[in-house]
C-alpha cells in the first residue's frame, strides 16, 4: 500500500464553502491544491474530481489509488500545501448531500429487548424477537437534509421531550449496484463514518394510527438529527469492521457501549437486502442499526444543554450539544 493511512473529512472555513480534505494526523490537507503539487511535479495519476465527497465516492475505485499516492507524494516531499490544523476548521458531515439514507431498525439483540420492553414493538405473538433465520433486514429512510456536522448544536424541536440518541456505524457507498450480493457487498463500500440516529420518541409512535405503529418521518427526521463524521475512513484502513466498539456518553456518563460484532444482520446483508429493492448509487449511505443502551430504555431522554458524545472506535468522535429551538 502506497503512502500512511488517511482520512478523508469536508471542512468549511468562516464565510467560505466546502472544501474536501485529507486528513492526516491533526493536519487538514485540502485536496484540491495538494492535488494540483502532485500533477505539478509530473505525477501521472489524476483525481476525477477534487471538489466534494461525492465527487470522489462517483468514481472512488479509480480515485482511491490516485489519493494514495498524492498521500505518498506529501510525505516524500515533506510537503503539506494549505494544512490547517483541525481545531481551526468547522466539520461538516463527509458526505454533505448523499442520495439516500439507509438505517437498520432493532439490529443488535440488546436494543431489540430495551425497545420490546418500552413498548416500541408490534403486538405480541407478531413481534420481531431477534431471531436472524425467521426475517430480513428492516431498513427506513431518513432525509438526507437531516445530515449535521460532528460538533454542531443539534435543535430539540418545539413540543418535543422525548429525543432520544442511538450510537450507529454508518457505511459509503462508492460503486453503483443493482442485486448485490453480500458476499460482494464490501467491494461496494468506500469507507465507513461515526454516526447517531438522533429521534424524537414523541412522534414515532402515533397514537393516532396506533394500527400503523412507527412514523419514520416524525419519528426520525427532524433537522440535525444525522450528525456524522468527523471523517470517512477508507475501507482499506478498517481491517476488521465487524470488531469495533460503539461507545456513546451524555454529559459524561456512558449510555451505550456495544460493539459490531454484534449486528443481527451485517453491513453487508443490509447492502444486499437493499439493492433487491433498487439500485444503490454512489454517495449512499447506511447506518447500519444501535446498540443497547438508548434512553428509551430507561425513559431517559436528551435536554437544552446536554453533551452527547458518539464514538466509533478508530473511526472518530462527535461531540453534539441540544439545544432549544427557537420559538
Known amino acids: 500500500m502506497n503512502g500512511s493511512p488517511f482520512k478523508l473529512a469536508t471542512f468549511a472555513r468562516p464565510g467560505a464553502g466546502p ?13 484540491a491544491p495538494a492535488h494540483a503539487a502532485y500533477r505539478a511535479a509530473g505525477r ?47 466539520v461538516l458531515p463527509p458526505v454533505i448531500r448523499p442520495g439516500k439514507m439507509f438505517y437498520a431498525a432493532q439490529n443488535f439483540q440488546e436494543h431489540v429487548d430495551e425497545m420490546i420492553r418500552a413498548g416500541i414493538s408490534a403486538t405480541p405473538g407478531a413481534r420481531f424477537t431477534g431471531e436472524k ?11 438526507p437534509s437531516c445530515l449535521a456536522g460532528a460538533f454542531d448544536e443539534i435543535e430539540i424541536p418545539l413540543g418535543m421531550t422525548k429525543i432520544d ?51 419514520w418521518l416524525g ?52 447492502i444486499e437486502y437493499a439493492s433487491h429493492v433498487l439500485t444503490l448509487e454512489t454517495g449512499d449511505i447506511f447506518s447500519c442499526g444501535t446498540c443497547g443502551g438508548v434512553g428509551m430504555g430507561t425513559n431517559t431522554f436528551l435536554k437544552p444543554g446536554d ?17 432549544a429551538e427557537a420559538g
Open 219 to 270: 419519528g426520525k427526521s427532524h433537522d440535525k438529527f444525522a450528525p456524522m463524521g468527523p471523517f470517512l475512513v477508507p475501507r482499506a484502513f478498517v481491517p476488521d469492521h465487524m470488531n469495533l466498539f460503539i461507545r456513546l456518553t451524555v454529559n459524561g456518563e456512558v449510555k451505550q457501549n456495544g460493539n459490531t460484532s454484534q449486528f443481527i444482520f451485517t453491513p453487508e446483508e443490509q
Open 307 to 323: 453533551v452527547m458524545e458518539t464514538e466509533v472506535e478508530s473511526l472518530g468522535l462527535m461531540r453534539n450539544r441540544f439545544v
Open 19 to 31: 472544501f474536501v480534505a485529507i486528513v492526516l494526523g491533526d493536519d487538514a490537507v485540502e485536496l
Open 44 to 90: 501521472r495519476g489524476a483525481l476525477t474530481a477534487t471538489d466534494s465527497m461525492l465527487g470522489l465516492l462517483e468514481s472512488w475505485d479509480a480515485n482511491f489509488p490516485v489519493l494514495q499516492e498524492i498521500v505518498a507524494f506529501l510525505e516524500q516531499e515533506g510537503r503539506k500545501p494549505g494544512a490547517e490544523k483541525l481545531a481551526s476548521l468547522r
Open 133 to 143: 433465520s425467521t426475517t430480513r433486514p428492516y431498513l427506513f429512510l431518513k432525509a
Open 165 to 215: 440518541w442511538e450510537a450507529e456505524i454508518a457505511v459509503a457507498i462508492g460503486r453503483r449496484g443493482k442485486r448485490i450480493k453480500a458476499e460482494r457487498a464490501l467491494e461496494h463500500v468506500a469507507g465507513f463514518m461515526t454516526t447517531n440516529d438522533v429521534s424524537c420518541r414523541d412522534l414515532q409512535v402515533r397514537a393516532d394510527r396506533p394500527a400503523l405503529r412507527s412514523d
